[in-house]
Nanobody, 119 residues
Framework: QVQLIESGGGLVQTGGSLRLSCAAS????????MGWFRQAPGKEREFLGS????????NYADSVKGRFTISKHNTRNTIYLQMNSLKPEDTAVYYC????????????WGQGTQVTVSS
């Protein structure tokens, strides 16, 4: 059974930083992308960025480019989301996701971790 488990969320002040982790188990996503999304209250789920174990580098949504960085730890089957210069509008539940094939939809999802940025 595939599981994605996020951790690292919490409360931070404006301008602060947080690093989220997403540990995958049940299969190795060695060839398929993993990514980060977020959903704020009353809003649709938003794609933040993704990374592949074999591609040249991550890609990001314009809304977070330059502030958020996605990285990976190959042997731990884990990806990270480093968030800097956080703003109150970054408050949301953050989700990790993974694909089962390329091309294809985001099939696997974590349970989400809450990030709250206070002003």
């Amino acid at each position: 059974q595939v599981q994605l488990i996020e951790s690292g969320g919490g409360l931070v002040q404006t301008g602060g930083s947080l690093r989220l982790s997403c540990a995958a188990s049940g299969r190795t996503f060695s060839n398929y992308p993993m990514g980060w999304f977020r959903q704020a209250p009353g809003k649709e789920r938003e794609f933040l960025g993704s990374i592949s174990w074999t591609w040249s580098g991550p890609n990001y949504a314009d809304s977070v480019k330059g502030r958020f960085t996605i990285s990976k730890h190959n042997t731990r089957n884990t990806i990270y989301l480093q968030m800097n210069s956080l703003k109150p509008e970054d408050t949301a539940v953050y989700y990790c996701a993974a694909k089962a094939g390329v091309p294809g939809p985001w099939v696997y999802w974590g349970q989400g971790t809450q990030v709250t940025v206070s002003s």
